[in-house]
């Protein structure tokens, strides 16, 4: 336990918040490469999950895919990329590292959600005269969200984790007190840095969680959690399951 | 492709030598993770409990958890061990929610069936529970072993020698084949691992076909 | 306290950390630790930092002791000092390749002394019991602050004095933990009052420089792009950094036994010899081990 008290008090010890490098500064790095590769990964996701949820086509191709990119390591991609592109584009080679290790579970979210619509509902809306574009906007959409944005929770998570990385780079994030503490043997700093990754996970979690409750519809969110309990275990599974940081 | 071809003993044993130290936590931790699953099942209270600290021991990043463990648990700083445990507690933290979620999933009736045929509680478990949920752990153990493998690398920052090791050498040396071929052979061991892992599933559960289709 | 000593053999699992939890209350840096084994058993575990350069002499050194009929077994690669340090103290590495100015400054932080025999002879007297340094090889690895020909060019540089007359913002680049060494930007300070911003730029450190993301770089002074990148590196007239010279850190039970054996190698290894080393590593993209291979080979170490 002395050693979570030394973290807690290296946490707030008054010289973590001057300087060019005090907490909030390293805080707003990490929440920068987190919310930022999300936001990319996702722009790129969803439409293609969407594609692949409408259509039923090029399922096997996306869980190929993401299957592969679920198993490249990123610290590796990490410094592949800064080798490859320069260290004037360490930036651009971490959010490359990270949108890649996005994007599988939020395409798997995308199309899941989509998968999980019971065909009735859909050839209902159709019956009622809907076109395939209304189809997908006000039927498709709205009705995926809740598992969608399940896949964004655990991008994110696997990002804010794998983001301490960065600092290896010399990018700075939270990941630096660990990187800077790790030769120098302090283990205050060390711990006192992950428990602030840990707490920044739990928030953008939170923030999630309350997305997924504001901005289902009223009659999904009613319909959502017998929905998601009985939906086929297997599919929740994959989705929520996201892999570890 | 030079650097590659004189170093071909180094490249396959670093991926030995990876293929050793992912086995042993996605084991050890489907092991411990189905009795904490089977908890999170069958009592509502555990669940909360159990996939909340599951949850939060997600967030930590690796690197953290390596070098933080020597000293709570008193090992040597230089001990496999160290990635070994932090990495089986990643396991359990994912595969506890989906053993949980995996035996949720097994049709009321036929547990009810079993029960009404005599089955005793600890035979039902194994015998009907636990294969029946056995492909939806199965797809939650795939994607736990992908991550287990690529985390193995992490090791190296403490000394753990592992593919990670042609990642923090060749960035140094900066040869970019050494990265390069390091991340190749990286996806290589966690393919292999899915392909036992399916294999197995297949040997364990015949009258689930194509159980990793049908979970992805 | 078995569990480092054979990385194969952990298989106890869980077991082990009970026992380990058990028998040891505190950290493993306790010197009562250490096994008594370890002087009868007959292998001889080299060590080495996660440095390439460290990891040529480490395997130079055990080739050499393979040669003289030593056993030897490699623990390669074990991070930074902090790490390793007290697997040293408790015997279960025996034989590290090091450098006299940092390690000294390890042991003892507040030190004076910036000359290499002065150095040699201060970390003598700050090992602790159980550790002694082999002979000291005229090659030198140490901390040094370089700026690109084009910048010394400019700002008329030579010493790091010159630097607090120049006009432009400072920017320090280096390994992380260089933000809170002696020799960093407070030190820089402090000795030449000189005032830097600091940006870790970890391994690619020398690009960076090249690249004008920093323009003062602490590069160790063996590496070859010192020359083949055309940098600068600073004069230190006050003693900023401590002379560094490689030295073999050894367990004092097995130290007389390896002494012939390494001390050659030292008297061998020459300045000039280390970067020639760090080239075939970095231009070359040669293993450690041919390059160990054909230095002893050349120098006659061998056969």
Not at chain 1, 157 to 182: D, H, S
Not at chain 3, 27 to 49: F, H, K, M, N, Y
Not at chain 3, 221 to 241: K, N
């Amino acid at each position: 336990m002395n050693l979570f008290l030394d973290a807690l008090a290296w946490i707030v010890a008054p010289e973590r918040f001057e300087g060019s490098s005090s907490l909030f500064v390293r805080l707003g790095e990490h929440l920068y490469f987190t919310a930022f590769s999300v936001l990319i990964a996702t722009v790129i996701a969803v439409p293609i999950g969407y594609l692949i949820g409408h259509t039923g086509r090029g399922r096997e191709l996306a869980v190929g895919l993401s299957g592969a990119a679920r198993a490249l390591p990123s610290f590796g991609l990490i410094l592949l990329l800064v080798l490859v592109m320069g260290v004037t584009n360490k930036p651009a080679a971490a959010f490359t590292a990270f949108v890649v290790l996005a994007i599988p579970s939020i395409l798997a979210g995308a199309y899941a959600g989509f998968e999980a619509i019971e065909r009735r509902t859909i050839n209902a809306a159709r019956a009622v005269g809907m076109t395939e574009w209304q189809i997908l906007w006000r039927v498709e959409v709205p009705l995926g969200l809740p598992l969608l944005i399940g896949g964004i929770r655990s991008a994110a998570l696997q990002v804010v984790a794998t983001a301490t990385l960065a600092a290896y780079i010399g990018l700075g994030g939270l990941g630096y007190y660990i990187f800077r503490g790790l030769p120098l043997g302090r283990y205050d700093e060390m711990l006192g840095a992950s428990i602030l990754v840990a707490v920044l996970a739990i928030v953008i979690d939170a923030a999630l969680a309350l997305c997924q409750r504001l901005f289902v519809p009223r009659g999904v969110a009613a319909g959502r959690t017998p929905s998601l309990r009985t939906a086929p275990a297997r599919r929740r599974a994959m989705v929520e399951t996201s892999t570890a940081p | 492709m030079n650097w590659v071809l004189d170093n071909l003993d180094l490249i396959g044993r670093l991926s030995l030598e990876h293929l050793r130290l992912s086995i042993t936590p996605i084991l050890a931790g489907l092991l411990i993770a189905i009795p904490l699953g089977w908890l999170a099942h069958r009592y509502r209270l555990a669940r909360g409990a159990l996939l909340t600290s599951a949850g939060l021991l997600y967030t930590i990043p690796s690197l953290a958890l390596f070098v933080i463990i020597p000293p709570i648990l008193g090992i040597s700083y230089l001990s496999e061990l160290n990635v070994t445990i932090a990495l089986t507690l990643f396991v359990i933290a994912i595969m506890a929610r989906s053993v949980a979620d995996a035996l949720d999933s097994v049709d009321g009736n036929v547990r009810q069936s079993a029960v009404a045929v005599g089955y005793g509680a600890l035979r039902r478990f194994f015998t009907v529970d636990l294969p029946l949920a056995g492909p939806v752990i199965l797809s939650g153990l795939r994607v736990a072993a992908a991550s287990t493998v690529s985390l193995v690398t992490v090791g190296i920052l403490i000394g753990v020698e592992s593919l990670g090791y042609l990642f923090t050498n060749g960035y140094q040396r900066r040869i970019v084949e050494e990265i390069f071929s390091g991340v190749v052979m990286v996806m290589l061991v966690a393919l292999l691992i899915d392909l036992a892992l399916v294999a197995l599933g297949r040997l364990a559960m015949p009258w689930a076909r194509r159980p990793g289709r049908a979970a992805r | 306290m078995h569990t480092a000593r054979n990385k194969g053999r952990f298989a106890f699992g869980a077991a082990a950390v009970g026992v380990a939890l058990a028998l040891s209350g505190c950290a493993s840096g306790d010197p009562l630790a250490t096994d008594d084994e370890t002087a009868a058993d007959e292998t001889i575990v080299i060590g080495s930092q996660a440095y390439f350069s460290n990891e040529i002499i480490a395997e130079i050194y055990a080739q050499a002791l393979e040669d003289a009929g030593f056993d030897v077994e490699r623990e390669f690669n074990i991070g930074q000092r902090d790490a390793y340090i007290p697997s040293i103290e408790n015997g279960d590495i025996d034989l590290f390749p090091e450098y006299t100015g940092n390690l000294l400054q390890f042991y003892d932080e507040d030190t004076e002394a910036t000359e290499t025999g002065e150095v040699y002879a201060q970390l003598q007297d700050v090992l602790p019991e159980g550790l002694v340094v082999l002979d000291q090889s005229p090659a030198t690895d140490q901390d040094s602050y370089n700026v690109t020909a084009e910048f010394a060019e400019e700002h008329e540089l030579e010493s790091l004095a010159d630097l607090s007359e120049v006009d432009v913002e400072l920017i320090l680049g280096g390994a992380p933990e260089l933000e809170e060494r002696p020799y960093g930007p407070d030190g820089l300070s402090e000795t030449y009052d000189v005032e830097v911003s600091f940006v870790p730029t970890g391994d690619t450190t020398v690009d960076d420089l090249l690249a004008g993301t920093v323009n003062i770089a602490n590069v160790y002074s063996a590496d070859p792009r010192i020359q083949t990148e055309d940098l600068v590196t600073l004069d230190d007239p006050e003693g900023l950094f401590l002379a560094s010279n490689v030295v073999p850190l050894a367990n004092a039970e097995i130290a007389d036994e390896i002494a012939e054996v390494i001390n050659a190698v030292s008297a061998a290894l020459t300045p000039e010899g280390l970067v020639a080393l760090n080239v075939e590593s970095t231009v070359d993209q040669r293993s450690a081990e041919d390059i160990a291979a054909d230095w002893l080979a050349e120098n006659g170490l061998v056969g």
